[in-house]
Structures are given as C-alpha cells and as structure tokens.
Antibody, heavy 111, light 112 residues
Framework: QVQLKESGPGLVQPSQTLSLTCTVS????????VHWVRQPPGKGLEWVGA???????DYNSALKSRLSISRDTSKSQVFLKMNSLQTEDTAIYFC?????WGQGVMVTVSS | DVVLTQTPPTLSATIGQSVSISCRSS???????????LHWLLQRPGQSPQLLIY???RLESGVPNRFSGSGSGTDFTLKISGVEAEDLGVYYC?????????FGGGTKLELK
C-alpha cells in the first residue's frame, strides 16, 4: 500500500528555514518521483518542486533561490528545505506522487 | 510557465445533474513522446487532493466511471455524468508536459 506522510514544525519564524520530511512506504524512491505541493489557506494548489527517480530535482522558478529538495533512499525519506521564510509561505505542504497524496502539514510563518 | 485556465470557477449542480469543467492551456500539452500529460484532481473539503483522471482520459483505479475526461492540444474537459453528493469539492487540472508543473485555478462544485 502506497503511503506518504509529511512531518515538520507547525510554526516557523519569519526569515528562518523550513525543514520538512516526507516518509514514504509501499514504493521505491529510486523508481518514482516525489513532488511537493503547497496550498495557502483558502487558496489553490501550487507546485513547489520535485525529486525524480534518478535523484535530479526541479523547482518552482519563483522559489528556486530559496529551495532545496533531497532524499535518503535507505530511509525512504524526501526532504524539503526552504530558507528566508515569509508570511506568504504559510500553507499546507503536501508530498505526493500525484496518484497518492500525503495528509499534508500546516506550516504557519509568524513571529 | 504554462498557464491553465479553468472555467467556470464555481459550478452549482443538483444531484443527478451532468456537469462539465473546462481547462484551457496557454500551450499545447502534447509531449514530444506523443503523450499528453493533463490530469484532473478532486479536493474534498478538509481533505488532500485525489487523482481522478490522468493523461486526459484515463480513469484512475477506484474512481467511478461517471467521471470522464476528453480533449487534446490546449482544450480539455472533465465531465461528471450524474453528480453525487460525494463529488462536491474543488476540481483542479494539472499539467506535467512542460516544466514546471502547473495547476489550474480550480472549480468549486457545490449543491444548488
């Protein structure tokens, strides 16, 4: 059974760095891509970035300078790091294969 | 980036009514490999999105066959043949042909 589960801090201070983990099961990261998608409160979905099966990454061009996605295949985990957080980064962050989605983690940027 | 424009933004329907949602792309979504990576998602209130249709018209496993997708190039349609109460929520189209992936703005389906 394919599962993805996000974890990370619910509250981050402005200008600080967000670190999220997506732990997957039921499939291999070396055979599947994993994407991060975010959703500000009451708004639509925004693609953040992805790590492909071969380990290469792609990022939303508007976030690229602040964003890093990596993985640990031995632990079946994908990591998102975003620095210089602002209030507009407040959102639910999902990890997904698109055919399967995590439950999402709410991240609030506030002092 | 590819812009996906969904219409209408809001759709009111009665149970049993058939409805359609349009997704228009700023560029052709036909990939050089011959596939078209246009997919449809449903996000029910308070839930994560779920995949309904992939590659324009392929029904995801477990999705009722009252959902269907069609289209090509830049114009795509999701049709629900007989809305049921569990279909209420926000529908999104998403493209994977061109980097970066982009989403449509969403269509909220509500009960009339």
């Amino acid at each position: 059974q394919v599962q993805l589960k996000e974890s990370g801090p619910g509250l981050v201070q402005p200008s600080q760095t967000l670190s999220l983990t997506c732990t997957v099961s039921g499939f291999s990261l070396t055979s599947n891509s994993v994407h991060w998608v975010r959703q500000p409160p009451g708004k639509g979905l925004e693609w953040v970035g992805a790590i492909w099966s071969g380990g290469s990454t792609d990022y939303n061009s508007a976030l690229k300078s602040r964003l890093s996605i990596s993985r640990d295949t031995s632990k079946s985990q994908v990591f998102l790091k975003m620095n210089s957080l602002q209030t507009e980064d407040t959102a639910i962050y999902f990890c997904t294969r698109f055919d399967n989605w995590g439950q999402g983690v709410m991240v609030t940027v506030s002092s | 980036d590819v812009v996906l424009t969904q219409t209408p933004p809001t759709l009111s329907a009665t149970i049993g009514q058939s409805v359609s949602i349009s997704c228009r792309s700023s560029q052709s979504l036909l990939h050089s490999n011959g596939n078209t990576y246009l997919h449809w998602l449903l996000q029910r209130p308070g839930q994560s999105p779920q995949l309904l249709i992939y590659s324009v018209s392929r029904l995801e496993s477990g999705v009722p066959n009252r959902f269907s997708g069609s289209g090509s190039g830049t114009d795509f349609t999701l049709k629900i043949s007989g809305v049921e109460a569990e279909d209420l929520g926000v529908y999104y189209c998403v493209q994977g042909t061109h980097a970066p992936r982009t989403f449509g703005g969403g269509t909220k389906l509500e009960l009339k």
